[in-house]
C-alpha cells in the first residue's frame, strides 16, 4: 500500500506550511530518514524527513505551494510497488472523498495538488461565507468563488479572505511597465517571516491598550557584578555573560515580585502563568524572531548564557523548532548593541508586557548635591492597560530599578556553582513528587539518586487514579452503549470482557510508568530499588542491600500508603 507523505504539524498554532524545495524527485529510491522536502512556516524552516524506505512515488504539491496541515503531499511506493497501485489509490481516495461531500481543510483529496488559494469545486449556488469576510472580501476586492472556506461545513472566515489576499499578493511580479520595469525601483515579494511579522506587529498596536512607561537607571552596579561574576562563569563553563544575560534574571526577579506582568488578556479573564519563560527578541537578515528562555527564574547566570548562545547559533543556521520561538510569557529586546539610548517595543502577542533596555551611556547625574558622571541605562515597559494598570506597572518598575541599581542581593543567591563539586541529591520516593523533582534537580545539574521500593510513579500511577480512570472509561462505554437505543442506535447483543478491560488498564499504566524511566534515564538518574532507611542528615541506608548513599541534601517524597 502507498504511503502517504502529509505536512506535518509542527507546533500548536501552525495550519500551513510552504514548500520550498523538494530534495528527491519522482521516481527516486528514498530511504527512511532521507530529506523529501524542506518547508517553511511563518518562522522556521524545517527538514521533512522519509517515515520509510521505498521510491517515491507521485508528488502531489510543488515547490512554493502553501498547504494546509494534514493535507497529502506526495506518496511513497513500498518495495514490489509499481505506479498502476498508485493511480488505483488516488483514484480509489479521490472518489470517495467526492461522495463524501464537503472537503474540510486537512483532508484535501490526496490526488489533486490543491493550494490554499484554490477552492475545492462547490455545487452550491450560494456561497457559505460569514458577514465579516464578505466585507472582507468587498474591501479587498476578492472573489469569493477562488476562496477554500476553513470554518464550519467549509464556510469562508475572514482568515480565509486574508490568506487568500497574501496568497495573490505573494505571486505579483516586480512592478512592470510596458516597456519594462520602471527604472530606480525594485519590488522585493514577502516572506513568510515578513507576513508574520506584520501581522503579528499590527494585531499588537490594534488588539490591545499599549500604553508605555520609561525610566533611567544607574547601571553602574551591573556593569560591577558582570565584571566580578564573568572571570569565574568564563573559566567553568566556557561562556560569556552580557548585559543582556544579567538583564533577563533581574527582570524575572522582578517579574515573580509582581504577578500581574507575567499574564495573558482572554475573552474570559486575565490569565496567570506560574513560570516566567522570557522572550528574547533577536534580530535576522530576513526579520525579526522571539526565541524562549525558558524558567528563567530557576536557571543560572551560566545556563541562560548557554541558552542564549544556543539560540542565537539556530537563528544563524535557520535552525530553530517551533518549541524555540513559543511560549514566552514576558519579553526583553535589548538594543544596547547598536549604541540606542532609548526606544519602544510592541507587545508580543500573546503576551501583556514588553522591557526595552537601551545603552549604557556615561551622563553627568546629580548625586547627593553633586554632579558626577554614572553609567545610565533607559528602560521602557510596553504594557496592556486593559490587563495592566498604570499603578502596577509603575510598582513593577520600582522594583525594577531597586533590582538593577542594587543587583548582588537578588542576583548572588543565583550564583552558578561550581560543577567540579557535584552537587549530590538523594530522593527517597518515585512518586508524583518524587520522580519530577528528580528529573529537575538532574536537569538543573545535581547528581542526582532515586529510591523507591515499588513501582515508579507511585499509588497515584499504579492503583490510584490512572487505574481508577481508565476503568470508569470502560465503565462510560458500557453504559453508553447500554443506553444507544436513546439515541437512535441498537447495538444488540454485545460481551463484556473483564479480561481484556483489565488488560486494557494494565498496559495504559505500564506504557506511563516506562515513559517514566525512560525519562529519568535521559537525566542519568540513579534509579535504586529499595527501602531507604535516613542515617544522618547526609546518609540514607537502603535496607535490602546495606549500601549507604551520601549526599548534600535529601528530598523525602514517599507520599501515601494505600490501605488495607
Known amino acids: 500500500m502507498p504511503i502517504e507523505v502529509v505536512m506535518p504539524k509542527l507546533g500548536l498554532t501552525m ?79 479521490s472518489e470517495s472523498q467526492e461522495k463524501g461531500g464537503a472537503v474540510k481543510s486537512g483532508s484535501l483529496p490526496s490526488g489533486e495538488a490543491v493550494p490554499l488559494m484554490k477552492a475545492a469545486s462547490r455545487t452550491d449556488a450560494r456561497i457559505s461565507a460569514s458577514p465579516l469576510a464578505k466585507k472582507t472580501a468587498r474591501m479587498e476586492n476578492i472573489d469569493l468563488q477562488e476562496v477554500r472556506g476553513t470554518g464550519p461545513d467549509r464556510m469562508i472566515i475572514r482568515e480565509d479572505v486574508e490568506n487568500a489576499r497574501e496568497a495573490l499578493a505573494s505571486k505579483t511580479d516586480l512592478i512592470q511597465v510596458k516597456d519594462g520595469v520602471i527604472p530606480g525601483r525594485r519590488e522585493v515579494p514577502f516572506t513568510g517571516m515578513r507576513r508574520a511579522i506584520a501581522k503579528k506587529m499590527l494585531a499588537s498596536k490594534v488588539e490591545t491598550a499599549q500604553t508605555y512607561m520609561s525610566n533611567t537607571v544607574d547601571a553602574g552596579k551591573v556593569l560591577a557584578y558582570r565584571k566580578a561574576v564573568l572571570p569565574k562563569i568564563q573559566e567553568a563553563f566556557g561562556v560569556k555573560v552580557t548585559i543582556t544575560d544579567l538583564m533577563m534574571k533581574i527582570t524575572g526577579a522582578a517579574i515573580r515580585e509582581h504577578p500581574i ?18 522572550g528574547m527578541a533577536m ?33 544563524k543556521n535557520k535552525a530553530f523548532l517551533p518549541d524555540d520561538i513559543s511560549g514566552s510569557t514576558f519579553t526583553l529586546s535589548a538594543m544596547g548593541m547598536f549604541g540606542v539610548e532609548h526606544f519602544t517595543s510592541n507587545i508580543n502577542l500573546p503576551e501583556n508586557a514588553i522591557l526595552a533596555v537601551g545603552a549604557i551611556i556615561d551622563k553627568p547625574v546629580a548625586v547627593d548635591g553633586e554632579v558626577v558622571i554614572r553609567p545610565m541605562m533607559n528602560i521602557t515597559l510596553s504594557y496592556d492597560h486593559r490587563s495592566i494598570d498604570g499603578a502596577e506597572a ?116 505500564e506504557t506511563l510508568r516506562n515513559g517514566i524511566q525512560k525519562l529519568l534515564a535521559a537525566r542519568k538518574v540513579n534509579v535504586i530499588k529499595g527501602t531507604a532507611s535516613i542515617i544522618d542528615a547526609t546518609t540514607v541506608k537502603i535496607l535490602e542491600t546495606g549500601e549507604e548513599i551520601k549526599s548534600d541534601n535529601i528530598i523525602i517524597a514517599s507520599g501515601s500508603k494505600p490501605g488495607k
Open 261 to 278: 506582568m507575567n499574564t495573558q488578556w482572554s475573552d474570559k479573564g486575565i490569565l496567570f502563568l506560574d513560570d516566567v519563560h522570557m
Open 283 to 315: 534580530a535576522l537578515d530576513d526579520g525579526l524572531i522571539v526565541p524562549v528562555i525558558r524558567d528563567v527564574n530557576n536557571k543560572d547566570l551560566a545556563q541562560i548564557a548557554k541558552d542564549r548562545i544556543d539560540l542565537i547559533r539556530k537563528g
Open 15 to 93: 495550519t500551513e506550511g510552504l514548500i520550498v524545495e523538494w530534495k528527491k524527485k519522482e521516481g527516486d529510491p528514498v530511504k527512511k530518514g532521507e530529506i523529501l522536502f524542506i518547508l517553511e512556516t511563518e518562522k522556521v524552516t524545517y527538514e521533512v524527513e522519509s517515515t520509510e524506505n521505498g521510491v517515491l512515488g507521485k508528488i502531489l504539491l510543488r515547490e512554493n505551494d502553501t498547504v494546509a496541515v494534514g493535507v497529502v503531499v506526495a506518496y511513497i511506493l513500498e518495495p514490489g510497488e509499481d505506479a498502476a497501485v498508485l493511480e488505483g489509490v488516488i483514484a480509489k481516495k
Open 394 to 509: 509603575g510598582k513593577f518598575m520600582r522594583t525594577l530599578q531597586a533590582f538593577i541599581e542594587d543587583p548582588v542581593s537578588r542576583l548572588e543567591d543565583q550564583m552558578v556553582q561550581d560543577v567540579s563539586k557535584g552537587k549530590r541529591i538523594t530522593i527517597i520516593g518515585g512518586g508524583v513528587g518524587g520522580y519530577p523533582a528528580a528529573i529537575k534537580a538532574a536537569r538543573l545539574g545535581a547528581e542526582v539518586t532515586l529510591i523507591e521500593k515499588d513501582h515508579m510513579g507511585g499509588v497515584c500511577l499504579n492503583r490510584g487514579c490512572i487505574p481508577t480512570k481508565t476503568l470508569l472509561q470502560s465503565a462510560q462505554v458500557i453504559t453508553t452503549i447500554k443506553q444507544s437505543e436513546v439515541f437512535g442506535i441498537n447495538c444488540g447483543d454485545y460481551e463484556i470482557d473483564f479480561g481484556a478491560i483489565m488488560n486494557r488498564k494494565n498496559s495504559i499504566v
